[in-house]
């Protein structure tokens, strides 16, 4: 590392980007700890790229101050551009050298001298399981192998920061699996990691902290237990073995639990989110008098299960849509275009 670190990896205080008529970023104000997972959860078009691209250096705020170990980033860009690294939601390694290739030419040009630059991508390539493909073009990587070289090549100096913009966006489920493995394993070392994901689970399995970012604004944030906390003390699923009487337990678990009840597409399955109760009865009590009542009015119910909301419900009470809501075509290809040309100025 090249410094001791104190204090927040990142803070921000009212960060802003606008791009034409958009307010990308719309007054976002974070506290990121060191030393672990920091997850920035919110739909396509939400702010989350544009906010990384502001505390990386590449964007230059139009509001707001943003401290990277207490380096402003838009005073003092070379002493942040010292300590981060980034990886975003696209490979960035030539297609056309192998992955020895990559790691060596990026490490070359970080200052390592010819063996150490072999020795080190050597290091990275058996640690994120590519030995076997290191003599081959990255073009003939699988999608999940150019995720992992990209984030080798991220960390050929180990960064204090890495972020990381949607690091498993089109892969398939052993491949996330695989992403998710190498990103605890960057923080084990020491490294804070900021991730910014549309995956709810992604989110729940790595973050230790959360901000939900919707419309360029932080809506909610805290640790998953606060989140889900945030929206009930625990959310009951059930389904009912006539579907005939679905109308009437919906009314009577409405009444029961004083909860709006969901209807889900399963024409016998039910589900509503537990508050703490002004009676302070627990989440349990709670569920199995409505249960009782069911019983008494001879609904008959073949499966129940009750556990904390999910980050899904948690975004979904948050924001009145899903996380993989995604705006309008005009207004995300309007963004893109103005990233762009903001970009080519930097």
Do not use: C
């Amino acid at each position: 590392m090249s410094e001791k670190r104190e204090g927040p990896a990142i803070e921000t205080s009212g960060l802003v980007k606008v791009f034409g008529d958009n307010r990308a970023v719309d007054g976002i104000d974070l506290t990121v700890p060191t030393g672990a997972v920091y997850g920035v959860l919110g739909p396509n078009g939400a702010g989350k790229t544009t906010a990384v691209k502001m505390l990386a250096t590449l964007l230059r705020p139009d509001g707001g101050e943003a401290r990277v170990f207490g380096h402003d980033v838009a005073r003092e860009a070379d002493a942040v551009r010292s300590r981060v690294s980034l990886t975003g939601q696209y490979a960035s390694v030539d297609e056309d050298l192998t992955g020895t290739e990559n790691l060596v030419l990026l490490a070359r040009l970080l200052g390592h001298r010819k063996p150490a630059a072999y020795a080190r991508a050597a290091q990275l390539l058996e640690a994120f399981g590519l030995t076997d493909a290191a003599s081959r073009q990255v073009k003939n990587y699988s999608g999940g192998m150019r995720r992992r070289i990209d984030i080798a090549a991220s960390i050929l100096n180990t960064p204090d920061l890495l972020f990381l913009d949607e690091p498993t966006t089109g892969l398939d489920p052993r491949s996330r699996n695989q992403v998710w493995d190498i990103v605890r394993a960057v923080v084990a070392q020491g490294t804070t990691v900021l991730l910014t994901t549309q995956y709810l689970d992604e989110a729940d399995q790595l973050a230790s902290r959360i901000a939900v970012i919707d419309k360029g604004r932080v809506i909610a944030e805290g640790t998953k237990g606060e989140l889900k906390a945030s929206v009930g003390a625990g959310s009951v699923h059930l389904r009912l073995r006539e579907a005939a009487q679905r109308s009437e337990a919906e009314a009577l678990l409405t009444r029961a639990l004083d909860a709006q009840v969901q209807v889900e597409p399963d024409p016998v399955a039910l589900t509503a989110r537990i508050g703490a109760g002004d009676s302070g009865q627990g989440a349990a009590e709670q569920a199995s008098r409505a249960l009782g009542e069911l019983a008494r009015a001879g609904i008959v119910v073949d499966t129940f299960s009750l556990g904390q909301p999910s980050l899904d419900e948690v975004f979904l009470a948050l924001t009145d849509h899903p996380a993989t809501t995604r705006e309008s075509a005009a207004t995300a290809t309007s963004a893109t275009s103005a990233t762009s040309s903001e970009e080519a100025a930097v």
